[in-house]
C-alpha cells in the first residue's frame, strides 16, 4: 500500500520538530486569511469605506476647508476607523468559533503549540487588515489623481503659464507625499495593535460579544490615556488630589489600555502637517511593543486555558 | 515489554464550578491510572460524564491535570512534541467549511511539517482509505456527518501517527459507514497502529478491542482483557453444524450424566448490523 510507502518519510519529516515553526504559523496565517475574506464583514465594511473615499470630492465640494485638506481628512479618517472596526470584528470571532465548532481540538492535538496557533491568526487577521489597507490606500490615491488633474487643468485655465508651472510644481510635490504615505502605515499599524487587543481579550474571554465591546471600550478609553497618565504622575512641581477609587482607575488605564493618541499623529497628516522620520519611528516601535506585549499576555492566558 | 503507547499514572481533574457564589470542586478523573500497550486496541467506556473525555483531553494535552501525569510512547503529553505520533477524532467533529475535503487534509498535513508532493500524495491515499475519492473537491460546508467522521479520520491519519485517539468514531453514522470505520480501525491495528477510543456502541467495541476499561464517576472501575472481563467461566458454549435431533438429544444426556447441566440449545443468530448490510447490499 502506497500510504505505507509514504509513512516512514512522513514520520521522519515531522519528527524534526521546532519549538517554533513559521511553517505551521503560514499555514494557520493563510487558513485565517482565507476565512476572513469569506466572511461578509468584510465586504460590507471595505465597500463602506470605499464609497466614503470615493465620495470625498463631492464632500470637499461642500466644505469651507481647502479641498484637498477635505479629501485628506475624510480618506485617512474612513481609513482610520473601518480598519480599527474590521481589526476588532474579524479578530473577535475567530477563537470562539474555532472553539464552537471544535476545530480547535483537531488543531492543537497535532504538534503545533499554542502560541502558534495564536501568532497564525495574528499573521492571517494582519494580512486581512494589509488587504483591506490596500484597497483603500488604491481607491484613495485615485481620488487624488483626479483631484490633482482637475486642479492642474484649473491652473492652467486661470493662471499664466510661468505662475501655472510653478503652481503645478508645488501642487504635485505637495500631493503624494512620503508623510503620506507614512501615515497610512500608522493608520495600518494601529489596526495591527487593535487585533492583537482584540486576540488578547478573547484568549480569556467566554463570548465574542463581550471581546468585541470590551475592546472597542479600551480603544476609546486609549484616547484617555495621556489624561490619565498625567493625572497619576501629577503636575509639575505638585501632586493632584484625587480621590482612591480614581486614582485606581487611572492607574489601570495607564497600565492595561493602548495610548491612542500616539496615533493620531494622522490627524496632522490631514491637516498638511509635516511629520519627522523620528516620529514615525518612534510610533512603530511603540506600536510594535503593544503588538508583543498583547501577544504575549494572550499567549499567556491561553496557555492555561481549559479547552 | 516495550514503552507504552500511553501511560496514565495517578490521574486527577477537577474543575471549579462556574458559579460565582459557590466555587465548588467537580472531580472529573480521580486517581486513573492506565497503561495502553502498543498496538492494541483500547476502548474506555464509561456513561456520559464519566471522565472519559476529560482524559482523552489531557491525554492530548488541550487540558491541564490537576495532579498526576500521562505520557504518549514514554514523552509527557503536555509536551507538544508528543503529538507528532498523535492523531485526534474529536466527538461530532466539524472543520473549516470552506474548505474543501482535499484541503482539509493538505491544511492538517502542513501543521504537522508535511508539504509538496510528499503531503498531495498522502492526501489521495487518505481520501482512498476512508472512501472519499468522489467528494475530495467538494467543500467540507456539504458533507453529511458520516462524510464528516471520515474525513476526521483522514486528518487523524495524514502524519501517520502510531496512536489513534477516537472520541465516538461512529457517532451518526449510518451502519454500512460504521461498519466500514471498524474495518478501518482493525486494518490500522494490523499495521501496529495502537487506537484508544471511546464508544457508546458496546456491541462495536466487542469486536475490535482487545482490553477496555470502564470509569464511572472520574473512577476506574474495571479495566483488562475484554474476553477475561466478559467470558463467564463456568459456561462453555459448542455451536454444532448439521446435527439431528437425536445428537443433541443424546449430548445433553451425557452432559447431564456428567453432572453438567445445560442451561439452552438454540440456533445462533447473525448480529443486526450483519443483517443489515446483507439485506441493504453494502456488506464489502
Same mark, same amino acid.
Given at each position: 500500500?502506497?500510504?505505507?510507502?509514504?509513512?516512514?518519510?512522513?514520520?521522519?519529516?515531522?519528527?524534526?520538530?521546532?519549538?517554533?515553526?513559521?511553517?505551521?504559523?503560514?499555514?494557520?496565517?493563510?487558513? $485565517?486569511?482565507?476565512?476572513?475574506?469569506?466572511?461578509?464583514? =468584510?465586504?460590507?465594511?471595505?465597500?463602506?469605506?470605499?464609497?466614503?473615499?470615493?465620495?470625498?470630492?463631492?464632500?470637499?465640494?461642500?466644505?469651507?476647508?481647502?479641498?484637498? @485638506?477635505?479629501?485628506?481628512?475624510?480618506?485617512?479618517?474612513?481609513?482610520?476607523?473601518?480598519?480599527? #472596526?474590521?481589526?476588532?470584528?474579524? $479578530?473577535?470571532?475567530?477563537?470562539?468559533?474555532?472553539?464552537?465548532?471544535?476545530?480547535?481540538?483537531?488543531?492543537?492535538?497535532?504538534?503545533?503549540?499554542? =502560541?502558534?496557533?495564536?501568532?497564525?491568526?495574528?499573521?492571517?487577521? $494582519?494580512?486581512?487588515?494589509?488587504?483591506?489597507?490596500? #484597497?483603500?490606500?488604491a481607491a484613495f490615491c485615485v481620488v487624488l489623481h483626479y483631484w490633482q488633474g482637475r486642479e492642474i487643468e484649473n491652473l492652467q485655465l486661470t493662471e499664466t503659464a510661468e505662475r501655472a508651472a510653478a503652481a503645478i510644481a508645488k501642487l504635485?510635490?505637495?500631493? =503624494?507625499?512620503?508623510?503620506?504615505?507614512?501615515?497610512?502605515?500608522?493608520? =495600518?499599524?494601529?489596526?495591527?495593535?487593535?487585533?492583537?487587543?482584540?486576540?488578547?481579550?478573547?484568549?480569556?474571554? $467566554?463570548?465574542?460579544?463581550?471581546?468585541?465591546?470590551?475592546?472597542?471600550?479600551?480603544?476609546?478609553?486609549?484616547?484617555?490615556?495621556?489624561?490619565?497618565?498625567?493625572?497619576? @504622575?501629577?503636575?509639575?512641581?505638585?501632586?493632584?488630589?484625587?480621590?482612591?477609587?480614581?486614582?485606581?482607575?487611572?492607574?489601570?488605564?495607564?497600565?492595561?489600555?493602548?495610548?491612542?493618541?500616539?496615533?493620531?499623529?494622522?490627524?496632522?497628516?490631514?491637516?498638511?502637517?509635516?511629520?519627522?522620520?523620528?516620529?514615525?519611528?518612534?510610533?512603530?516601535?511603540?506600536?510594535?511593543?503593544?503588538?508583543?506585549?498583547?501577544?504575549?499576555?494572550?499567549?499567556?492566558?491561553?496557555?492555561?486555558r481549559e479547552l | 515489554m516495550g514503552t507504552p503507547a500511553i501511560f496514565i499514572e495517578n490521574l486527577t481533574k477537577e474543575f471549579t464550578s462556574p458559579s460565582v457564589f459557590a466555587r465548588d470542586k467537580i472531580t472529573a478523573v480521580d486517581k486513573?491510572?492506565?497503561?495502553?500497550?502498543?498496538?492494541?486496541?483500547?476502548?474506555?467506556?464509561?456513561?456520559?460524564?464519566?471522565?472519559?473525555?476529560?482524559?482523552?483531553?489531557? +491525554?492530548?494535552?488541550? +487540558?491541564? *491535570?490537576?495532579?498526576?501525569?500521562?505520557?504518549?510512547?514514554?514523552?509527557?503529553?503536555?509536551?507538544?512534541?508528543?503529538?507528532?505520533?498523535?492523531?485526534?477524532?474529536?466527538?461530532? *467533529?466539524y472543520f473549516y467549511k470552506f474548505l474543501t475535503g482535499s484541503e482539509t487534509l493538505d491544511f492538517y498535513g502542513r501543521l504537522c511539517g508535511l508539504g509538496g508532493k510528499m503531503l498531495r500524495d498522502r492526501s489521495r491515499e487518505l481520501l482512498?482509505?476512508?472512501?472519499?475519492?468522489?467528494?475530495?473537491?467538494?467543500?467540507?460546508?456539504?458533507?453529511?456527518?458520516?462524510?464528516?467522521?471520515?474525513?476526521?479520520?483522514?486528518?487523524?491519519?495524514?502524519?501517520? *501517527?502510531?496512536?489513534?485517539?477516537?472520541?465516538?468514531?461512529?457517532?451518526?453514522?449510518?451502519?454500512?459507514?460504521?461498519?466500514?470505520?471498524?474495518?478501518?480501525?482493525?486494518?490500522?491495528?494490523?499495521?501496529?497502529?495502537?487506537?484508544?477510543?471511546?464508544?457508546?456502541?458496546?456491541?462495536?467495541?466487542?469486536?475490535?478491542?482487545?482490553?477496555?476499561?470502564?470509569?464511572?464517576?472520574?473512577?476506574?472501575?474495571?479495566?483488562?482483557?475484554?474476553?477475561?472481563?466478559?467470558?463467564?467461566?463456568?459456561?462453555?458454549?459448542? /455451536?454444532?453444524?448439521?446435527?439431528?435431533?437425536?445428537?443433541?438429544?443424546?449430548?445433553?444426556?451425557?452432559?447431564?450424566?456428567?453432572?453438567?447441566?445445560?442451561?439452552?440449545?438454540?440456533? *445462533?443468530?447473525?448480529?443486526?448490523?450483519?443483517?443489515?448490510?446483507?439485506? /441493504?447490499?453494502?456488506?464489502?
Amino acid at each position: 500500500m502506497t500510504a505505507e510507502n509514504s509513512s516512514t518519510a512522513a514520520t521522519v519529516h515531522a519528527s524534526a520538530h521546532k519549538l517554533f515553526s513559521i511553517w505551521r504559523t503560514w499555514a494557520i496565517a493563510t487558513n $485565517t486569511f482565507r476565512d476572513l475574506v469569506r466572511q461578509k464583514v =468584510f465586504y460590507f465594511m471595505l465597500v463602506f469605506a470605499l464609497i466614503l473615499i470615493g465620495t470625498s470630492l463631492a464632500m470637499a465640494s461642500l466644505s469651507f476647508q481647502g479641498q484637498l @485638506q477635505t479629501v485628506m481628512d475624510v480618506c485617512l479618517g474612513a481609513m482610520s476607523v473601518f480598519t480599527m #472596526l474590521l481589526a476588532v470584528l474579524s $479578530t473577535a470571532m475567530l477563537l470562539p468559533k474555532d472553539m464552537e465548532d471544535r476545530t480547535l481540538y483537531t488543531i492543537l492535538a497535532k504538534p503545533v503549540a499554542r =502560541f502558534e496557533y495564536l501568532t497564525g491568526k495574528l499573521v492571517g487577521v $494582519t494580512m486581512i487588515l494589509l488587504v483591506a489597507t490596500l #484597497l483603500m490606500t488604491a481607491a484613495f490615491c485615485v481620488v487624488l489623481h483626479y483631484w490633482q488633474g482637475r486642479e492642474i487643468e484649473n491652473l492652467q485655465l486661470t493662471e499664466t503659464a510661468e505662475r501655472a508651472a510653478a503652481a503645478i510644481a508645488k501642487l504635485k510635490v505637495g500631493t =503624494f507625499t512620503s508623510t503620506l504615505f507614512g501615515g497610512i502605515g500608522i493608520i =495600518f499599524l494601529r489596526a495591527i495593535v487593535c487585533a492583537t487587543l482584540t486576540l488578547m481579550l478573547s484568549c480569556f474571554a $467566554t463570548s465574542w460579544l463581550f471581546t468585541v465591546i470590551v475592546a472597542l471600550m479600551m480603544i476609546l478609553a486609549g484616547h484617555l490615556v495621556p489624561i490619565a497618565r498625567s493625572v497619576w @504622575q501629577g503636575p509639575v512641581g505638585g501632586a493632584m488630589d484625587v480621590p482612591f477609587h480614581l486614582a485606581i482607575l487611572v492607574r489601570l488605564i495607564t497600565v492595561f489600555v493602548p495610548d491612542m493618541q500616539l496615533f493620531n499623529v494622522v490627524d496632522d497628516i490631514a491637516v498638511g502637517a509635516s511629520v519627522s522620520a523620528d516620529v514615525f519611528l518612534r510610533v512603530a516601535g511603540l506600536g510594535a511593543g503593544y503588538v508583543a506585549i498583547y501577544l504575549l499576555v494572550g499567549y499567556l492566558f491561553f496557555a492555561w486555558r481549559e479547552l | 515489554m516495550g514503552t507504552p503507547a500511553i501511560f496514565i499514572e495517578n490521574l486527577t481533574k477537577e474543575f471549579t464550578s462556574p458559579s460565582v457564589f459557590a466555587r465548588d470542586k467537580i472531580t472529573a478523573v480521580d486517581k486513573l491510572t492506565l497503561s495502553v500497550e502498543a498496538g492494541h486496541v483500547y476502548g474506555l467506556l464509561g456513561p456520559n460524564g464519566s471522565g472519559k473525555s476529560t482524559t482523552m483531553k489531557i +491525554v492530548l494535552g488541550l +487540558v491541564t *491535570p490537576t495532579s498526576g501525569r500521562t505520557c504518549i510512547f514514554g514523552r509527557d503529553s503536555r509536551d507538544v512534541e508528543s503529538r507528532e505520533a498523535v492523531g485526534f477524532l474529536p466527538e461530532n *467533529p466539524y472543520f473549516y467549511k470552506f474548505l474543501t475535503g482535499s484541503e482539509t487534509l493538505d491544511f492538517y498535513g502542513r501543521l504537522c511539517g508535511l508539504g509538496g508532493k510528499m503531503l498531495r500524495d498522502r492526501s489521495r491515499e487518505l481520501l482512498a482509505l476512508v472512501g472519499l475519492e468522489a467528494a475530495a473537491d467538494r467543500r467540507v460546508g456539504g458533507y453529511s456527518k458520516g462524510m464528516l467522521q471520515r474525513i476526521g479520520l483522514a486528518q487523524a491519519l495524514v502524519q501517520e *501517527p502510531r496512536l489513534l485517539v477516537l472520541d465516538e468514531p461512529t457517532a451518526g453514522v449510518d451502519p454500512a459507514g460504521s461498519h466500514e470505520i471498524r474495518n478501518l480501525i482493525l486494518r490500522l491495528k494490523q499495521r501496529g497502529i495502537t487506537v484508544m477510543l471511546c464508544s457508546h456502541l458496546l456491541s462495536q467495541v466487542q469486536e475490535i478491542c482487545d482490553r477496555i476499561g470502564i470509569m464511572n464517576h472520574g473512577v476506574l472501575i474495571r479495566e483488562g482483557a475484554l474476553e477475561d472481563l466478559i467470558s463467564i467461566e463456568n459456561q462453555t458454549e459448542l /455451536t454444532i453444524e448439521n446435527a439431528s435431533a437425536a445428537l443433541l438429544a443424546d449430548l445433553r444426556a451425557r452432559a447431564e450424566d456428567a453432572g453438567a447441566r445445560v442451561l439452552g440449545a438454540h440456533k *445462533p443468530q447473525q448480529n443486526l448490523e450483519r443483517y443489515f448490510l446483507e439485506v /441493504t447490499g453494502e456488506r464489502k
